[in-house]
């Protein structure tokens, strides 16, 4: 079966450093992706992994180890806007079918 | 380039209806895949289209179907529907080759009453 798991919420401080974390097991592994979701919005790629590497962008970083199944973003420097959800999403086989975590959703505070 | 277009993006429905939902891919976009959000079970994938097959499935009812056209849009119906239904319903579409990712679409919010 499919099960990806990752921390329902989470708060930290404007200016600040926020590590969310995604466990996965699944039936075959094609590369794991991060998405932002506001509320009310459509989701928004932040990164994919594929290999054991860290992949940095900006303030955002995502890592990977494909032989404990896990996953973190990294957000550095942390905004107000940076407050929605964030979703954790593996590609299982050879098309692009992603299979979801619930979703962390953070509150920035000031 | 445009992104990806869903429409509509508001749908009222009552118990036992049938809806079809549209999807305009990103232009040169073959790949299409449907998923499903709700407030308790999170973003669940329905179902993909590539090359105006169905080459994934996902664990929902026969209710719930979808077709692609030569063009790369993509709709879903779901028939006979139920309160459960009730959910954002979100496509994607995805550029061909290995480390892509998927552009989402608004999405159509649906509620059956």
């Known amino acids: 079966g499919q099960n990806i798991d990752q921390p329902t919420e989470m708060t930290a401080t404007e200016g600040a450093i926020v590590q969310i974390n995604c466990t996965y097991q699944?039936?075959?592994?094609?590369?794991l992706f991060w998405y932002q979701q506001h509320a009310g919005e459509a989701p928004t790629f932040l990164s994919y992994?594929?290999?054991?590497v860290l992949e940095e962008k900006g303030r955002f970083s995502s890592f990977l180890s494909r032989s404990k199944g896990y996953s973190y973003l990294l957000l550095k420097e942390l905004q107000m806007k940076d407050s929605a959800s964030y979703l954790c999403?593996?590609?299982?086989?050879?098309?692009?079918?992603?299979?979801f975590g619930g979703g962390t959703r953070l509150m920035v505070k000031p | 380039k445009a992104g990806v277009t869903q429409t509509p993006r508001y749908l009222i429905k009552t118990r036992g209806q049938q809806v079809t939902l549209s999807c305009s891919p990103i232009?040169?976009?073959?790949?299409v895949s449907w998923y499903q959000q709700t407030p308790g079970q999170g973003l669940q994938f329905l179902f993909e289209?590539?090359?105006?097959?169905?080459?994934n499935k996902g664990n929902f009812p026969g209710r719930f179907s979808g077709r692609q056209f030569s063009n790369s849009r993509s709709e879903m119906n779901v028939s006979t529907l139920e309160l459960g239904d009730s959910a954002l319903y979100l496509c994607?579409?995805?550029?061909?080759?290995?480390?892509?990712?998927?552009?989402f679409g608004q999405g159509t919010r649906l509620t059956v009453v």
């Open positions: 999403a593996v590609r299982n086989n050879a098309g692009n079918m992603l299979t």
């Open positions: 699944t039936s075959g592994f094609n590369g």
């Open positions: 992994n594929v290999l054991d």
């Open positions: 232009s040169g976009h073959r790949s």
């Open positions: 289209y590539f090359s105006e097959t169905q080459r």
């Open positions: 994607a579409s995805w550029e061909q080759g290995v480390n892509t990712e998927a552009f």
